[in-house]
């Protein structure tokens, strides 16, 4: 992330990081290096389209997104 950070015209676009790992040192890792969300991976295209759109569209969604495991409905946990 610093890497891409340190690019002056990169440095404030949005990050996303795209996981399948997702522990409280990773996400307090990603936010302390400047990641704009973090995206825990699925094999739900419907629910990822989902959060996609929202993220190009600019809205307000939280740092983490993570799709509910036993849920057949294509929404992230807010």
Do not use: C, W
């Amino acid at each position: 992330m610093k890497y891409v950070r340190a690019i002056p015209r990169l440095a404030n676009t949005p990050v996303i990081v795209y996981t399948t790992d997702l522990n409280t040192a990773g996400i307090n890792e990603a936010r302390r290096t400047g990641a704009t969300h973090i995206v825990l991976k699925t094999t739900h295209e419907i629910a990822l389209t989902q959060v996609l759109l929202q993220l190009f569209q600019g809205k307000l969604i939280p740092f983490v997104l993570v799709y509910p495991a036993g849920d057949e409905q294509s929404s992230f946990r807010r």
